[in-house]
């Protein structure tokens, strides 16, 4: 997995240098695929995934998650972009998110991407041994409410490693010490979903993409995570 993460993190690394206003969601799916494949061995995982059409999930502005990449879309001056993507390598999965500006953002969608790293930093603290689920939510929504955004309920992290979802749910609210117990070996995808307003989502006709609402902008940051017992490793991280 930690070889798997590392291919996507350069995956991710790559395509922050190639978002820019003028490129459609399309061509960045196709650039993804195109720098995962050259890994021997390595595919998008989430390519029909559940019947998933694209290589990777790619969402804008007040999209949360689960956007459908398209030629049709041109990223914009001012926008942001979530770049959601897994890696299978040699059997095993990875899981991760970051969310780009397009240019020049305004202040209050740079204070969302910031606190919404703060908040995934916060909860990857957590994910020790002897911890709980419960402990990695309420630090995650603790950063986010105390900073006046809201945490999405309807959509959680997850055991990540054999399959690209497994058990448990890891989600980003919650109280300490409560819910499964984290033990050294377990695999994690760890990642909040922030909204400026408020946390209720719909899901558009194209039976995928998950927006706010309220049309608010929404960050979306993940990681892989191993609990150890020299604490938590980031997986897909450089
Ligand atoms: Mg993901």
Redesign the pocket.
């Known amino acids: 997995m930690a070889a798997g993460g590392r291919i996507l993190a350069l995956t991710h690394a790559h395509l922050r240098t190639v978002v820019r206003a003028g490129i459609s969601t399309g061509e960045l799916d196709r650039i993804a695929e195109e720098f995962i494949r050259s890994h021997d061995g390595a595919t998008p995982a989430f390519k029909g995934l559940y019947g998933f059409p694209g290589a990777i999930c790619i969402s804008v502005n007040d999209e949360i998650v689960h956007g459908i990449p398209s030629p049709k879309r041109v990223l914009a001056e001012g926008d942001i972009v979530k770049l959601?993507v897994?890696v299978q390598y040699q059997g095993l999965f990875t899981?991760?998110?970051i969310t780009v500006p397009v240019g020049t953002i305004d202040a209050t969608t740079q204070r969302l991407i910031d606190v919404t790293e703060r908040a995934l930093d916060a909860g990857i603290a957590q994910a020790m041994p002897g911890n709980y689920v419960g402990d990695i939510g309420h630090a995650v929504q603790t950063v986010v409410e105390r900073a006046g955004f809201s945490v999405v309920r309807e959509l959680v992290g997850h055991g990540v490693g054999h399959l690209p979802h497994e058990d448990p749910q890891v989600p980003n609210h919650g109280k300490p010490r409560r819910g499964t117990r984290l033990q050294t070996g377990l695999t994690i995808?760890i990642?909040p979903m922030v909204n400026v307003g408020g946390p209720v989502t719909r899901t558009l006709s194209d039976k995928w993409t998950v927006v706010t609402l309220d049309g608010t902008r929404s960050a979306h940051v993940?990681h892989t995570v191993a609990v150890t017992d020299d604490g938590p490793k980031v997986l897909t991280r450089l």
């Open positions: 959601d897994g899981d991760a998110a995808a990642e993940e």
